[in-house]
């Protein structure tokens, strides 16, 4: 039955499925975990690389974390590029309303105006679904430190703590028990972490298949920071996430 339906987006099947944003979504769950931890301090975000060669020549910038705004990140898993499109046009977006008003744009009003572009793209003939989930961390005057999560149909929700990618589920589940509302910022960081490690394919742990990323206020200035590989190394070894030395040799 969903061979007459699953080729269009603008068609429902009987059973009220959109099969093309099903298909988008099980692309995203092949693509490299991300994870969102809020905490009263800051929000963190920590990314899977995923490394198909020996030989590929990995990235001097970061490849599932990206600035939109002074006050606003994002990580990424899916299509990448499908990701550089939403990624550019969330930027001039939120340019546009600092040129306007003379002020940030607030974290859910970026959001929901991206994620109405995402939906557009569901909606029309011609048209397929972007393939790729986005986890959006901001700081705003209204209500502060926020986790957004968005999907290839358009919704978004707020999330405490969030996963997407591959091995979404698992990584979702763990926070239900080791979180809490008064975490820290060093807290977020190791829990986000650990649950990273439980649920990626690979045995070993090092900051070559990792990427942190913090949204934070420092001095009353919100502030974007991409973790460098030495100081992830130290975190890794800190939290005792990676193997000790005597098992690697």
């Known amino acids: 039955m969903s061979r007459r339906y699953d080729s269009c987006t603008t068609i429902f099947s009987p059973e009220g499925r959109l099969y093309q944003v099903?298909?988008?979504?099980?692309?995203?769950?092949n693509a490299g975990s991300a994870i969102g931890i809020l905490s009263?301090?800051?929000?963190?975000?920590?990314?899977?690389?995923?490394?198909?060669?020996?030989?590929l020549q990995t990235s001097a910038s970061t490849e599932k974390m990206y600035k939109i705004d002074d006050h606003v990140a994002c990580a990424v898993a899916g299509?990448?590029?499908?990701a550089n499109i939403l990624i550019n046009t969330a930027r001039v977006q939120a340019q546009r309303y600092t040129y306007a008003y003379q002020e940030p744009m607030p974290v859910e009003q970026l959001v929901q105006s991206l994620c109405?572009?995402?939906?557009?793209?569901?909606?029309f003939g011609g048209l397929h679904p972007f393939g790729v989930s986005f986890l959006f961390a901001g700081w705003d005057k209204n209500y502060?430190?926020?986790?957004?999560?968005?999907?290839?149909?358009?919704?978004?929700?707020?999330?405490?703590a969030a996963a997407i990618g591959s091995n979404n589920q698992a990584a979702q589940s763990m926070p239900k028990q080791d979180y809490k509302d008064e975490?820290?910022?060093?807290?977020?960081?190791?829990?986000?972490?650990?649950?990273?490690?439980?649920?990626?394919?690979?045995?070993?742990?090092?900051?070559?298949?990792?990427?942190?990323?913090?949204?934070?206020?420092s001095n009353g200035i919100v502030k974007y920071q991409v973790c460098s590989p030495g100081a992830l190394s130290k975190l890794l070894v800190k939290f005792g996430?990676?193997?000790?030395?005597?098992?690697a040799s």
Request: hydrophobic share 35%; no cysteine; proline share 2%.
């Open 144 to 160: 502060g430190f926020q986790l957004y999560m968005s999907d290839p149909s358009g919704n978004y929700s707020g999330w405490k």
């Open 22 to 29: 099903e298909y988008a979504m099980e692309a995203i769950g």
């Open 183 to 217: 975490i820290t910022r060093e807290e977020a960081v190791q829990l986000a972490l650990k649950e990273l490690s439980k649920t990626m394919d690979s045995t070993s742990l090092t900051s070559e298949k990792l990427e942190l990323a913090e949204v934070f206020l």
């Open 116 to 123: 109405d572009t995402k939906q557009g793209y569901t909606q």
């Open 79 to 82: 299509i990448m590029s499908d």
């Open 241 to 247: 996430v990676t193997q000790p030395a005597a098992d």
């Open 40 to 55: 009263k301090e800051g929000v963190v975000l920590v990314g899977e690389k995923k490394v198909t060669s020996k030989l």
